[in-house]
């Protein structure tokens, strides 16, 4: 399984970006699509998943409210909107896929793509 992410970029606090995760690599089974991201000097942390089959989602409390996360299951895409950026949300954001049943909230991940760069000014 290969993931791509894409659309970070810089932005204002306030302001909003979208990102995608396309996820290819022949016949595979998603259960659940993920959004991580790496703060410099700081661990990795989970930001929001997706259920596959029912589009049930969880966050974090820090993005609860201003991120929306959302899939296409026949383009197997994964979508984080982001609003009312925080400077805090300046981070390597990652996608994830886990291909076994496990509670959404689990922070177990098998497939990970490479990250994309999000900066948000103050």
């Known amino acids: 399984v290969q993931l791509q992410a894409s659309g970070g970029g810089m932005v204002q606090a306030g302001g909003s970006l979208r990102l995608s995760c396309a996820a290819s690599?022949?016949?595979?089974?998603?259960?659940?699509m993920g959004w991580f991201r790496q703060a410099p000097g700081k661990e990795r942390e989970f930001v929001a998943a997706v259920s596959w089959s029912g589009g049930g989602t969880y966050y974090a409390d820090s993005v609860k409210g201003r991120f929306t996360i959302a899939r296409d299951n026949a383009k197997k895409m994964t979508y984080l909107q982001m609003n009312s950026l925080k400077p805090e949300d300046t981070a390597v954001y990652y996608c994830?896929?886990?291909?076994?049943?496990?509670?959404?909230?689990?922070?177990?991940?098998?497939?990970w793509g490479q990250g994309t760069q999000v900066t948000v000014s103050s």
């Open positions: 994830a896929v886990r291909n076994y049943r496990t509670p959404l909230a689990s922070l177990n991940y098998n497939y």
């Open positions: 690599g022949g016949t595979f089974t998603i259960v659940h």
